[in-house]
Every structure is written in structure tokens, then in C-alpha cells.
Nanobody
Framework: QVQLVESGGGSVQAGGSLRLSCVVS??????IGWFRQAPGKEREGVAA????????TYVDSVKGRFAISRDNAKNTVYLHMDSLKPEDTAMYYC?????????????????WGQGTQVTVSS
């Protein structure tokens, strides 16, 4: 019944931009996070948002380049990515959690989408 569906990934050159979307259905969650995992590396949190208040949190490596936002009427959370770098290349996932505190530890989140691939060429 709970579904999270990501879209918007693709291949871009360094310095380009992409906007990822995550449509959430089945429940109203307090926390929605974006995560990424590159081959051979652990999954890491990128950004998280409190769906009611709109408060956001980012990992240091993307601050000033990425922006997470939500449109609650559309049950959608976005990740707008600017000034992309090759090291941003990864599979990007959105995830949902009922917790009052929205952290960026993957283990906190119980509901996950299938991911969308982002590839940035140098």
C-alpha cells in the first residue's frame, strides 16, 4: 500500500542540473529523505525534509548546490541539483519515515523507492 516512486534521473555533463521527484502514496509521513549509493560505496543521506514544517537538512558535500522541497498537495518531494559533479554519480533513492526527528541515517527510514540513476560526466 505504501509506495514511493522516483523519477528525473539521467546523464548530464559536469556543471549541469537535474530535478528528481518522489511521489509518495499510502500514508502521510513526517520525514522524507533523499539518499544515494555509488558502486562500491555505502549508502549516504543527501537531504531530508520535514513534510509539515518544510525544515530541511543537507549533507555538507551538497550544501549550496542541492535543494530539497515538497509540494504536499501533490504528495511529492523534489531534489533540485545544480552544479553537478562527477562524484554525484549514484543511484538516488527517496525514503519515508514516521519519526518526529528527520535524520539522514539510512537505517532510520522504513519505506524506500526503487531509485533513479544520476550520471555526471567530466
Amino acid at each position: 500500500q505504501v509506495q514511493l516512486v522516483e523519477s528525473g534521473g539521467g546523464s548530464v555533463q559536469a556543471g549541469g542540473s537535474l530535478r528528481l521527484s518522489c511521489v509518495v502514496s499510502g500514508y502521510v509521513y513526517n520525514c522524507i529523505g533523499w539518499f544515494r549509493q555509488a558502486p562500491g560505496k555505502e549508502r549516504e543521506g543527501v537531504a531530508a525534509i520535514y513534510t509539515i514544517s518544510g525544515r530541511t537538512t543537507y549533507v555538507d558535500s551538497v550544501k549550496g548546490r542541492f535543494a530539497i522541497s515538497r509540494d504536499n498537495a501533490k504528495n511529492t518531494v523534489y531534489l533540485h541539483m545544480d552544479s553537478l559533479k562527477p562524484e554525484d554519480t549514484a543511484m538516488y533513492y527517496c525514503a519515508a519515515d514516521r519519526a518526529a526527528y528527520c535524520g539522514m541515517a539510512p537505517g532510520q527510514y522504513g519505506y524506500w523507492g526503487q531509485g533513479t540513476q544520476v550520471t555526471v560526466s567530466s
